[in-house]
């Protein structure tokens, strides 16, 4: 969130977690300049420190700017994109004494041996009381040395959430910690590389899955789905590249992997996300010293220079997955950027946070700074700041927002139209679906295309050509309905997008082929999109469930929503509805998140140009671009070559095992013997022997000819074409096939 107008300098204070004071050091704007002098000054009466910010881009900035300032090298930054090696090197210059701080992010929470820090700063709120106790507990690990801790916030609204933070993590409030449960897409990779060293039986192996705490209540049904998943039952004629991971002998109930199944378990093991990132390399062939965002390699050229690691880099050259530099001591490099976003406030600190605002809310100004400097420990300038700022709340709007109180405020923006924010103090896991829930009610009553953006201090919602607000009901909706709400509004989503491909890669539905290559970000898009649209039509693919359940319990935190809203509808929870002339100073920063989200999507397409684009008069757009056919620009002997590898014909195509030839059929659908035959290194009978013995492949007439056709395809023909089908095929992949023409 960007800084109020006047900056915002102190944090919480506690014994152990201390405030700045930056009183005497207050800037006429900004708070930077007000910020970095009090940290260097932290970090030059210490022998050693460790500076924790909550983004790799903030690290980045914050060691450049202390060195400049400084005049010396007096830090460097520490976070995931820098190479391990490099980390490695900081970290022993910290331990040896050459190096006076590092400014990093979750990267130091662990216990990566650095020898003894005297202190440690958090620029910003922590977030949440766990990562606070973490960070802060790297200072003073020696026996009867208390742990130091200095928390700088940012801007008014970072120094009530520090205040909460400090304040719970001298109580101890640590946030529940809540184990993922059956989670789908990591199940098929265990089963993928559990079957790659053995082959097993499907009940035995069932029961060796359900003795691991998550996957203890693992039932049945959702098992064989994953089975019939890496089996290729949920084989589509649009996604034939898509392929079997294992066989499934469904008689005998035997699981094997398939050729290539254990390489492939091995290159793509694990459980962090591939987002798109280039390694970036010292010289053609030189050790890799950290990576870079794809977006931000996308937008640089040769021969600029960026800073990664608190040194200057220029770059040489930009090749398919990498990035080759060369060190530019002395030279000015523009700052990285790294895309993701953090957890968002957990629901517990929102209610803590809540609660402190509605005892200050209570207390006379003095009361308040007896209660801030004693049982909060602010010091007198973080007490001033904190109270200036719910004073100013109350008097905008007439009440705080608490955890008793959320306040719908109403105002209009600079043309014309309604703004609407919800102040809560629950976090980003409770507001997202909240705002997904109340954007599906407004369309249902009439208002068109609302847009909604959401952070930790509540939900910002903007009414385009309407002149009208929306009543306060249609803002909560009731605990009963919001799951159906969510289910029908994800599936369209962003969100829901990356995660599904994130899953489909865990899953190993999306693997790289190749060790230590990586896949464009945007290949991976696209492969995601062709594999969700080609899924819709089965309503139990693993991988959609499985994306379902990861938003609806592990992004969100529905279980506080619905509480919420309940608490709401029993009167436990107020709701104060107040229209404004302008944003109040606790709205301020929400529009301001609000047009920074906002800022550069004029050009995205709406679903409505999308539609438009597609209904397009294409007679019209003929006669403005001319008439010229397409057809006279190709060539017919790469039309054939086309062809024959899309046929399989091809020499460098030939099937060599049964499990090609299974994918093969899947593919191209029915063939006689004697066309299988042409696509083989050597006569299939073996091969179809081996595909009948485990219920892969069947044998069918149909006109008089013998065909053969994958087992999975069987209840289509069965049901397209009035095919007898031979006995003993399994009752799972003989149900009705509703599409079976198309």
């Not at 449960?181 to 192996?205: F, G, K, P, W």
């Not at 398939?258 to 996300?273: E, F, W």
């Not at 406030?345 to 400097?373: F, H, M, V, Y």
């Not at 529905?558 to 709701?575: H, M, P, Q, T």
């Amino acid at each position: 969130m960007p800084p109020e107008p006047t900056p915002d300098k102190p944090s919480s204070d506690t014994s152990d977690v201390k405030a700045s004071n930056l009183k005497n050091s207050r800037p006429a704007a900004g708070m930077w300049p007000a910020i970095l002098p009090s940290l260097l000054a932290s970090i030059r009466s210490h022998t050693t420190t460790l500076v924790f910010c909550n983004s790799r881009r903030l690290a980045e900035r914050i060691a450049q700017e202390l060195n400049d300032l400084a005049g010396e090298e007096i830090c460097k930054a520490h976070h995931g994109s820098v190479a391990r090696e490099l980390r490695k090197k900081t970290e022993e210059a910290l331990k040896r004494g050459e190096l006076r701080s590092l400014v990093a992010t979750s990267s130091m929470e662990l216990g990566i041996d650095i020898s003894s820090i005297d202190l440690v700063v958090q620029i910003g709120s922590p977030a949440s009381v766990s990562q606070g106790l973490q960070r802060v507990g790297r200072a003073g690990h020696a026996l009867g040395i208390r742990s130091q801790g200095l928390i700088i916030p940012k801007f008014r609204g970072d120094l009530l959430e520090a205040t909460a933070v400090g304040h719970g993590m001298r109580n101890g409030s640590i946030e529940e910690c809540v184990v993922p449960q059956n989670c789908l897409d990591i199940l098929a990779q265990q089963i993928v590389a559990m079957c790659s060293t053995e082959e097993r039986n499907a009940d035995t192996l069932l029961g060796i899955i359900r003795r691991a705490y998550s996957y203890r209540t693992l039932s049945v049904e959702a098992y064989h789905s994953v089975l019939d998943m890496l089996s290729g039952r949920f084989s589509h004629s649009e996604m034939p590249q898509f392929r079997p991971r294992i066989n499934w002998d469904r008689q005998e109930n035997r699981l094997q992997a398939r050729q290539g199944s254990k390489m492939l378990s091995l290159i793509n093991g694990g459980t962090i996300p591939d987002r798109g990132l280039f390694a970036v390399h010292l010289g053609q062939g030189g050790p890799r010293i950290g990576e870079l965002d794809e977006e931000m390699v996308y937008e640089a050229r040769a021969g600029e220079c960026f800073l990664l690691g608190a040194s200057t880099w220029r770059i040489l050259e930009i090749n398919r997955d990498q990035v080759i530099v060369a060190p530019a001591p002395g030279e000015s490099g523009k700052m990285p950027f790294w895309r993701g976003e953090g957890p968002g406030r957990p629901a517990s600190l929102g209610r803590d946070l809540g609660a402190i605002a509605r005892k200050l809310a209570a207390c006379d100004d003095k009361e308040c700074t007896q209660l801030l400097e004693n049982e909060y420990q602010l010091s007198p300038d973080a007490s001033e700041h904190l109270l200036t700022y719910l004073r100013n709340q109350e008097a905008a709007t007439g009440t705080i927002p608490s955890d008793t109180t959320i306040v719908i405020e109403r105002f209009p923006d600079e043309v014309g139209d309604w703004r609407v924010c919800i102040l809560s103090p629950f976090g980003t896991r409770v507001h997202a679906p909240w705002a997904m829930a109340i954007a599906a009610l407004l369309s249902e009553t009439g208002f068109d295309s609302p847009q909604m953006h959401w952070t930790d201090d509540g939900i910002a919602l903007h009414l385009p050509n309407t002149g009208r607000a929306p009543d306060t009901d249609s803002l909560l909706p009731s605990s009963e309905q919001l799951r159906e709400l969510l289910v029908n509004s994800l599936a369209g989503s962003a969100l829901f997008a990356t995660h599904f491909r994130e899953n489909a890669a865990r899953a190993l539905l999306l693997p790289r082929q190749r060790p230590g290559k990586r896949t464009p970000l945007w290949l991976q898009r696209l492969k995601s999109q062709q594999l969700l649209d080609a899924t819709r039509e089965f309503p139990n693919f693993p991988i959609v469930i499985e994306t379902y359940r990861e938003c609806m319990q592990d992004v969100f935190d529905l279980a506080s929503l619905e509480n919420i809203l309940d608490s709401i509808r029993d009167g436990a929870i107020k709701v104060e509805s107040i229209e404004t002339p302008s944003p109040s100073p606790f709205a301020r920063g929400l529009v301001y998140s609000y047009t920074a989200a906002f800022l550069y999507e004029g050009d995205a397409p709406s679903a409505e140009r999308k539609a438009a684009a597609l209904n397009l008069d294409r007679s019209l757009l003929s006669e403005l671009l001319g008439s010229e056919n397409l057809r006279d620009f190709l060539d017919l002997d790469v039309i054939g070559s086309v062809e024959e590898e899309l046929q399989y014909l091809a020499k460098d195509r030939q099937i060599r095992n049964a499990d090609q030839l299974h994918d093969l059929l899947r593919t191209l659908g029915a063939l006689s013997e004697n066309e299988i035959d042409k696509r083989c290194e050597e006569p299939a009978r073996a091969w179809l022997e081996t595909l009948v013995a485990s219920a892969r492949a069947c044998e069918i007439h149909l006109g008089g000819d013998s065909l053969w056709i994958a087992l999975e395809h069987a209840a289509a023909y069965r049901d397209a074409l009035n095919v007898t089908l031979p006995e003993g095929i399994p009752r799972e992949l003989l149900v009705p096939a509703p599409d079976a023409i198309f």
